[in-house]
C-alpha cells in the first residue's frame, strides 16, 4: 500500500496527509479523531480489533471457525476458497460501530472481507458476539458470497469508499490488483481534495487563489442561517449561501447506493462524471420511496422537501466528526419551531416517549448488516393511507405492530385531515406492476415539476414499457432534461426501446455535460443508427463510446464488465473481440448467467447456432438461476423447428421463481403452437394477474380467447387493453 494513517508525503496527485492539515485546522482534526471516517479502515492491531480473539469459536452451519492471537497478530481458523479449514491472518479492521469487519490479503492483491463479523453494541443491546452476515442460508466456498468470492472482495466493492485517494489498479490480463490509497481512512482530502496546492498558497501568504487552492468550497455549512416564519412554525432561508449541491454531491460520492463507472474520483468532480446512482428501483426502494435494500442516503434525501428548501448534510451533522449537531428533537428544533412540533398537539404521543421523537416518525428505520439500523432520509410525513392502498410500510404501524394501516391511516386523517394528494407512488406502482393507467400516470409524474427529480426519472427510466405515440413525447421532452437525474433516467431508459427508436430519444444525451450520462446513452446506441448531420455528432458518439469501453475496462474484474465490452464490440463488428469478452467473463465467474445468453446470442448472430446451443447447455449445470438459460435454449430450438423440445425448457424458465412475464408470455405462445391453447390461455390469464399492463399478454388473450370462441371474456381483456376496466 502506498502510505499508512498519519504519513505525511505529498505524491503526484497532490496529496499531503492529515498530519500536515492538523497543523492549522487543530479543532476540525480533533472533531475528526475517532469518528467513524477516521475509523474506517485500521491495520489490525491490539488497539483498533474489538472482537473476541481470545480461542472464541463460532458454528456456521456445522462449520466451527475459530478467532485466536499469535502476539499482536489475529488470526481466523475456518473454511478458505476450496473450502477447506485453513488459518488466516486478519490484515485490517473495516468499521467499528455497531460492527467490525475483518479483512483479509490473499493471493492476487485481494483483501477480502471476513462474512463471520463482531458485533460491537453493548452486551446489554445483545452485541459483543461473533455472528454471520448471511445467517439464513449456508453460504459455501465456491459461491460469490463466500467470503473469499468474488462479491465480498474489497478492492471492487468497498475500497474507494473507506480510503484516501483509492487506486484500484487492476490488471486484467493477471487477475491481480495493486490497489494503493494515499490514506488508509477516510481523511481530509477525501472530500476537500488534495491539498498540496492549499499548502503552498498558505506558505506564500496567497490569497487570491479560488477557494484557497481548492478546486471546490465547502463553506455552505458555515453560510447558511435559517429562520422560522412565526405564522406556520416552518424554517425559511434567512441569510443565503453557497448552493448545497456541491457538499452533497461530495457526501453522496459514497453515501448512495451507486455503480462506479470512472475510478478516480475526486470531490470537485461531482457524481455524475463518476458514478451511477441507483434511481428508485422495485427492492431497492419501495414504490413510495421508502428505503428497502441497502441504499444509503443519497436516493432518500434528495425526495425530501428539505432538498429541495436548499438542507444539505452539514444542517445536521457536525462534517468532521459526524455527529448530529444536537440531541434528540433538539436538532430538528434547530429549523423547526418547537413550540409547534415538539407537542402533543403535533405528534399525537406522551411527550418523552419513544412516538413524541421527530425521527421515528419522520425518519423510520431498517436493519442492515444484522445490527446496523439506519434511518430514511426523505423526512417523509407517515402515510398509512398508501399502505393500505399499495401495501408500502408506515412508521405507524412498525411501533404499533399489534394494529393496522387502516387504524393508523383513520387515526391520522382523524388528527391531521385528509393526506396530502399527488404521490408519485402510485404513479412508480403502476410502472412498475401495470395497470391501465400506468402510461398516463408515468407521463403526468415526468411533467410534474413539483416532485422530486429521482422520482420523475424513474418514471422515465419505466416508460418504454407502455410507450405509445401518446407518451413518446414525453420521454423526448425528458432526454433532453438538463437535470442529470433525468438524464439519467431517459439513459437508462433506452435499452427497453427497440434499437430503430432508440436515436429518437438517445442522441440528446450525446450532448450530455456528465460523463457517466453521456457513456451509458452511447452504449444502447448502434454505430449505424447515428445520423451524418450535425457534422459533430459521430464525434460525439465516438468519444462517449470510447468513456463507456474506458468505464468498461475499469471493472474488468468483474463479469457484468466483461459482458458489456462484448455487447459493445460485437455492435462494432470485432466479432473476435466479442467472442473472446463474453468467454473472459465465463472463465472469471462461471456462475454469470447473463454472459452465457449474451454469447449465445452473438453466436446466433454469426450463424453458429449449435456452438450457441452448446454454451447454454454448458452453463445450466453452472450458473444458480438457470431460468435465462432455459428461456434462451427454448428460443433456439423453436429457431431450430424443434418445439417438442423446446417446451420443457421454456416451461422451467416460465416456471422459475425469477421467472419474468416475458418468459410466461413466451411459453404460452409455444403452447398455443403446440395445439394446446387451453394450457396457454391458464398461463396468460395467470401471468395477467400479476402483470395486467403488458400489452403483449392481454394482444395474445384476446386473441386465443377469439379463436376459441369465448367472445365474452375475449371483449373482457379487450377493454382493459384499450384501457378500460
Given at each position: 500500500?502506498?502510505?499508512e494513517r498519519g504519513v505525511s508525503l505529498p505524491d503526484a496527485a497532490g496529496y499531503v496527509g492529515t498530519e500536515t492539515c492538523a497543523g492549522c485546522h487543530q479543532t476540525a482534526t480533533a472533531d475528526w479523531r475517532d469518528s467513524h471516517h477516521d475509523l474506517a479502515m485500521e491495520p489490525a492491531t491490539p488497539d483498533t480489533v474489538l472482537g473476541d480473539f481470545d480461542n472464541a469459536r463460532f458454528d456456521y452451519y456445522g462449520t466451527e471457525s475459530r478467532f485466536f492471537r499469535r502476539g499482536d497478530d489475529f488470526f481466523v481458523r475456518?473454511?478458505?476458497?476450496?473450502?477447506?479449514?485453513a488459518d488466516f491472518r486478519i490484515a485490517y479492521t473495516f468499521g467499528v460501530e455497531p460492527l467490525q469487519q475483518y479483512l483479509i490479503e490473499m493471493p492476487g492483491g485481494r483483501l477480502q472481507a471476513l462474512s463471520i463479523v463482531w458485533d460491537a453494541?453493548?452486551?446489554s443491546d445483545g452485541g459483543q458476539r461473533w455472528y454471520h452476515l448471511f445467517p439464513d442460508e449456508p453460504i459455501r466456498a465456491g459461491d460469490p458470497l463466500h467470503w473469499t468470492g468474488r462479491d465480498q472482495n474489497w478492492n471492487f466493492m468497498c475500497a474507494d469508499c473507506h480510503s484516501t485517494n483509492l487506486q484500484k489498479n487492476y490488471d486484467r490480463e493477471s487477475h491481480t490488483y495493486a490497489t494503493t490509497w494515499s490514506e488508509i481512512d477516510v481523511a481530509c482530502e477525501s472530500c476537500h481534495g488534495p491539498g498540496q496546492p492549499h499548502v503552498e498558497a498558505m506558505q506564500a501568504d496567497n490569497w487570491d487563489l479560488p477557494h484557497s487552492g481548492f478546486q471546490l468550497s465547502l463553506s455552505r455549512a458555515e453560510t447558511r442561517v435559517w429562520a422560522i416564519d412565526p405564522k406556520t412554525g416552518n424554517p425559511h432561508p434567512w441569510q443565503s449561501g453557497p448552493e448545497a449541491q456541491p457538499e452533497l454531491e461530495v457526501c453522496a460520492q459514497c453515501h448512495s447506493r451507486r455503480a462506479t463507472q470512472f475510478h478516480g474520483a475526486r470531490p470537485d468532480d461531482g457524481l455524475f462524471n463518476h458514478f451511477m446512482p441507483s434511481l428508485l428501483e422495485d427492492g431497492l426502494y419501495h414504490a413510495d420511496g421508502q428505503i428497502d435494500g441497502e441504499v444509503y442516503v443519497y436516493g432518500s434525501f434528495v425526495q425530501s422537501k428539505m432538498h429541495q428548501a436548499g438542507v444539505t448534510c452539514s444542517d445536521c451533522h457536525n462534517p468532521h466528526s459526524l455527529a448530529l449537531k444536537a440531541e434528540g428533537n433538539a436538532v430538528c428544533g434547530q429549523c423547526h419551531q418547537v413550540s409547534k412540533y415538539d407537542a402533543e398537539t403535533h405528534h399525537g404521543h406522551p411527550q418523552g416517549s419513544p412516538g413524541a421523537q421527530c425521527v421515528n416518525c419522520h425518519m423510520p428505520e431498517k436493519t442492515y448488516m444484522g445490527v446496523d439500523d439506519r434511518r430514511d432520509h426523505s423526512f417523509r410525513i407517515p402515510r398509512p393511507d398508501l399502505s393500505v392502498e399499495l401495501g408500502v410500510p408506515n412508521a405507524c404501524t412498525q411501533c404499533h405492530d399489534d394494529r393496522d394501516a387502516q387504524w393508523a391511516a383513520e387515526a391520522l386523517e382523524k388528527r391531521h385531515g385528509e393526506p396530502p394528494q399527488g404521490h408519485f407512488a402510485r404513479a412508480l406502482y403502476a410502472g412498475r406492476y401495470g395497470g391501465p393507467q400506468a402510461e398516463q400516470r408515468l407521463s403526468d409524474l415526468i411533467l410534474d415539476t413539483t416532485q422530486p427529480a429521482i422520482a420523475r426519472a424513474t418514471a422515465v427510466s419505466l416508460l418504454p414499457r407502455y410507450l405509445s405515440q401518446q407518451s413518446a413525447p414525453v420521454l423526448q421532452q425528458a432526454s433532453r432534461s438538463d437535470d442529470p437525474l433525468i438524464?439519467?433516467?431517459?439513459?437508462?431508459?433506452?435499452d427497453g426501446l427497440p434499437q430503430q427508436y432508440r436515436p429518437m430519444f438517445g442522441l440528446p444525451g450525446l450532448y450530455d455535460g456528465h460523463r457517466v450520462i453521456r457513456s451509458l446513452t452511447a452504449s444502447s446506441l448502434s454505430p449505424s443508427s447515428i445520423p451524418a448531420n450535425p457534422p459533430d455528432l459521430r464525434q460525439r458518439y465516438d468519444a462517449a463510446l470510447g468513456e463507456y469501453i474506458e468505464s468498461q475496462r475499469n471493472n474488468a474484474d468483474r463479469p457484468e464488465s466483461l459482458t458489456n465490452l462484448g455487447d459493445i464490440r460485437g455492435r462494432q463488428g470485432d466479432a473476435e473481440a466479442s467472442e473472446?469478452?463474453?468467454?473472459?467473463?465465463i472463465d472469471l465467474a462461471p456462475e454469470y448467467t447473463p454472459a452465457y445468453v449474451n454469447l449465445s446470442d452473438f453466436l446466433r448472430s454469426q450463424g453458429r447456432d449449435e456452438a450457441g446451443r452448446e454454451v447454454l447447455e454448458q452453463g445450466l449445470s453452472r450458473v444458480r438461476d438457470p431460468a435465462p438459460i432455459h428461456h434462451a435454449l427454448g428460443l433456439l430450438l423453436v429457431r431450430q423447428k424443434q418445439l417438442g423440445a423446446a417446451l420443457p425448457h421454456l416451461r422451467q424458465a416460465a416456471e422459475a421463481p425469477s421467472a419474468s412475464t416475458r418468459y410466461r408470455y413466451v411459453y404460452?405462445?409455444?403452447?398455443?403452437?403446440?395445439g394446446d391453447v387451453r394450457r396457454a390461455i391458464e398461463v396468460l390469464e395467470m401471468t395477467h394477474?400479476?402483470?395486467p399492463g403488458d400489452r403483449d399478454v392481454l394482444a395474445a388473450l384476446v386473441s386465443y380467447l377469439r379463436a376459441t370462441g369465448q367472445a365474452q371474456k375475449a371483449d373482457f381483456y379487450a377493454r382493459r387493453q384499450a384501457g378500460g376496466g
Open positions: 500500500m502506498a502510505m475456518t473454511d478458505g476458497p476450496d473450502g477447506e479449514l453494541r453493548p452486551e438524464a439519467l433516467g431517459a439513459a437508462e431508459s433506452l473472446a469478452s463474453y468467454r473472459d467473463a404460452a405462445v409455444a403452447l398455443q403452437s403446440s394477474n400479476d402483470d
